[in-house]
């Protein structure tokens, strides 16, 4: 590699990070980091470089509302917002979702009654028709490299989940490898170990249905000791070693 | 539990809540948010002035965040340094769109200086700080004065070339100079400390 090129690239990495390339340099030193690795690392040891300098800035708290904007920018609020708008005026979107909530009802009691009668095909003479799974919840977890790593899964009603690993990991002695349940809102919480590598079953509080509801992704972190069912993690998580989504199978 | 995320000891921690928040865990996010807000919003204020821009600046960064938490780990940097360049990044863009041509308040720019380091006064502080805080603030020290006051006013304020050149009343060409010897002399510094 050219001498001359490799010392252009340092100067320019250095005074893009510093600030002061401008303009269309700035633009297009952007655009030769996204296809050029070297470029990508000069850059990274310039910010290494000079960005502790920023720590020794004396620290400001934001305001309240800059966290609000933030999950409302990320929808993660946006429904209570649009309430509080609306409160003391005639809400359509609410009038709409309760007709639609009786309509899903009504449906719901069609279902209701159709999961009576398949489960109990004896009450009007049927006979079941298929061999399908039983209602469950079922997560996949997978490892770095995207290989399927863990099977969990639980009769919708059940209290036992069943664990079984597909391809072992490390769980270095002395320590466990837990499994956490990530819901949709809220802080994770723990479900129970994992066996390194076979079977293992978990018992649960409460019902399947109960607890995975509202889950929708899964991890597995490796803990000094064994976390307590629906315990949150500690003020100093772990990184996830295995992740997958958490699937209702009905 | 807020920690400083000056500190060598909270990269881990960082590093597990940016691993969570790629896995969508919002609790995870919101605890990397109370971590590390207040840090970059003195980094964005310094450069955009203004509490409500500097605000705005750490909103998107934050959103930025959660959507490419996932790219953290690819990045190879520590977590403040990943952190700290979409908040700057985010910064500079604003900087540009807004016409914010009034350079003359820049007083506080002494300001940052003072932050800069006096190893014989405060021990403590760059005990409690990070090495690579320690060592960066050292080499800073060791440069010229005119070198160091235009590295810090482009780094803390985002003050270009010509912006740099009239705030310390000399010509264009002779501020460039101090911008590049002093960066050379940083790089070189902190090599022969075993730093990055």
Not at chain 1, 118 to 139: M, Q
Not at chain 1, 143 to 166: C, D, F, P
Not at chain 1, 195 to 223: H, M, W
Not at chain 1, 233 to 250: E, I, M, S
């Amino acid at each position: 590699v050219n001498y001359d090129r490799l010392e252009l690239l340092n100067r320019l990495a250095a005074e893009y990070v510093l600030g002061t390339l401008r303009g269309g340099a700035r633009r297009r030193f952007v655009a030769v980091q996204r296809d050029n690795a070297r470029a990508r690392r000069v850059v990274l040891a310039w910010q290494e470089r000079l960005h502790p300098l920023a720590l020794a800035l004396p620290a400001v708290e934001p305001r309240k509302q800059v966290w609000t904007n933030i999950e409302t920018a990320l929808g993660f609020i946006a429904d209570k917002q649009d309430d509080t708008l609306s409160t003391g005026k005639l809400n359509w979107r609410k009038i709409f979702s309760w007709g639609a909530g009786f309509g899903i009802s009504a449906v719901a009691g069609v279902l209701l009654s159709l999961a009576v009668l398949l489960s109990n095909p004896g009450l009007l003479g049927l006979e079941p028709k298929t061999d399908g799974l039983p209602a469950s919840y079922v997560g996949l977890l997978t490892n770095s490299e995207g290989k399927a790593a863990v099977l969990a899964s639980s009769r919708r009603q059940g209290k036992l989940l069943s664990v079984k690993v597909l391809a072992p990991f490390v769980v270095p002695a002395g320590s466990v490898a837990q499994l956490w349940a990530l819901p949709a809102q809220g802080a994770p919480f723990a479900v129970g170990t994992v066996p390194a590598s076979g079977k293992g079953s978990i018992v649960l509080n409460d019902s399947a249905e109960k607890l995975f509801s509202n889950v929708q992704r899964l991890g597995v972190t490796i803990e000094p000791a064994a976390v307590a069912q629906g315990a949150p993690p500690a003020a100093l998580p772990q990184a996830f070693v295995l992740t997958g989504h958490c699937t209702k199978l009905w | 539990m807020p920690t400083d995320p000056k500190t060598d000891q909270t990269v881990p921690i960082l590093q597990a809540l940016l691993a969570r928040t790629a896995l969508k865990d919002r609790a995870a996010f919101t605890q990397l948010y109370e971590h590390t807000a207040p840090q970059l919003l003195a980094v964005a204020l310094r450069i955009v002035r203004r509490r409500d821009r500097a605000e705005d600046v750490l909103q998107d960064a934050f959103v930025n965040v959660w959507h490419h938490a996932d790219s953290y780990a690819a990045s190879l940097a520590t977590p403040m340094t990943w952190l700290t360049s979409i908040t700057r990044n985010k910064a500079l863009d604003l900087l540009r769109h807004v016409k914010t041509a009034d350079h003359a308040n820049l007083d506080d720019s002494e300001l940052a200086l003072e932050n800069l380091p006096d190893d014989r006064a405060e021990p403590s502080r760059l005990l409690d700080a990070g090495m690579a805080q320690m060592h960066v603030q050292q080499c800073m020290a060791s440069m010229s004065a005119p070198q160091r006051q235009a590295l810090a006013l482009a780094y803390f304020h985002g003050l270009s070339h010509s912006e740099l050149a009239l705030q310390l009343a000399s010509p264009l060409g002779t501020v460039k100079a101090w911008v590049r010897r002093g960066l050379d002399k940083l790089k070189t510094c902190l090599e022969a400390r075993g730093a990055v």
